[in-house]
């Protein structure tokens, strides 16, 4: 009956989620509810049932849900780059279920040592592991607040003074630039709105040497965005069936920068490339990454948090040992 309770909490946490839009609907700090909230029930149905497979499942089956949740809720681009980030916290929350649940009852009472060593190991694996998730949610969540690069210079340190094997992660402001005629399109694709589908990826077309030209007068290789969900608010053509850029149009451009063939620095992959000016990418694009890097920096804080339960465990093992000389129950 336990189980049965718990799924339907989750069953309803969906339907609600979705009749009442609520993550989309919260505000600042609680939009990290969205995801993070659905997860915790399946924590906390974890933690109380005591059969592995119903443990284990009540768990997953949250993360699925989540994992819906993420998907008609948050921009194509940022589902691609965060989703893949929920697989971490749940094999961390599996493997302390079968370590506290399993190992910890067996430890020998001439070492009640090893008890805290355990909760203080995975403590620090959780706070490990919630940084890393933490990380790329956080460069969505500051793309409204960072300032746009625009000269050469800036990209060729910032490339310079990398971490080895950390990409460089820049917003660029600048205008497109090619050799082709300025009335021409340099890349363009098919714009029709189809709604949110599986089948709804369609590719760029256009000239592959695609440069930016930035404030210093200086020009950035790009490889331009290579299909429709990374290429926003791009203009239509004449016909209203293709959207696509001309020579000259401004864009800000956020992509990987690396060591260029062609000049110091290039565009090694390109996340976004928008059509407009600054301000018109912070109310736009940059208002929805902030509402997917809260969904996910929510999951974060949760993993971090929940390393307090290993710990507190390991410390309650380790009295009882103490106290009794025996494995506790």
């Known amino acids: 009956m336990q189980t ?24 600042g700090p609680w939009r990290m509810l969205g995801l993070s909230g659905v997860l915790l029930v399946g924590l906390v149905g974890m933690w109380s049932l005591r059969a592995p ?23 194509r681009l940022a589902f691609e780059l965060l989703a893949g980030q929920l697989i971490w916290p749940l094999a961390l929350w599996m493997v302390t279920w079968a370590l506290v649940r399993l190992v910890m009852p067996r430890i020998e009472p001439g070492r009640p040592w090893v008890a805290l060593l355990l909760g203080g190991l995975l403590l620090v694996m959780h706070l490990g592991v919630a940084l890393k998730v933490f990380t790329p949610a956080n460069e969505f969540f500051q793309l409204h607040r960072v ?3 625009r000269d050469l210079e800036t990209l060729v340190a910032m490339n310079r003074n990398r971490r080895e094997g950390h990409p460089v992660v820049a917003l660029i402001e600048g205008r497109i630039g090619s050799d082709l005629a300025d009335d021409l399109f340099i890349r363009e694709f098919n714009c029709r709105e189809r709604g949110r589908s599986l089948g709804y990826t369609r590719p760029v077309r256009g000239n592959s040497r695609l440069y930016i030209e930035l404030a210093d007068g200086q020009r950035l290789r790009s490889t331009g965005a290579a299909y429709n969900y990374r290429a926003l608010d791009w203009p239509q053509t004449g016909d209203g069936t293709d959207c696509g850029l001309r020579n000259g149009d401004p864009v800000i451009l956020w992509a990987e920068i690396a060591a260029g063939v ?32 809260r969904m996910v920096g929510g999951v974060a804080f949760l993993l971090a948090l929940t390393g307090l339960v290993p710990l507190i465990a390991g410390i309650r093992t380790w009295l009882r ?9």
């Open 4 to 27: 049965i309770g718990l799924s339907l909490l989750i069953v309803g946490f969906a339907a609600a989620n979705t009749l009442f839009d609520i993550a989309a609907e919260a505000e």
């Open 53 to 75: 497979a119903a443990a284990l499942g009540i768990l997953l089956a949250s993360a699925l849900v989540g994992v819906a949740i993420l998907y008609f809720r948050i921009d």
């Open 147 to 149: 300032e746009p690069v």
């Open 262 to 293: 062609e000049g110091p620095v290039e565009d090694r992959e390109t996340r976004i490339m928008a059509y407009g000016d600054l301000a018109a990418f912070r109310e736009g694009y940059a208002a929805r990454a902030e509402f997917a890097a």
């Open 321 to 329: 040992l103490r106290r009794r000389g025996a494995p506790a129950a």
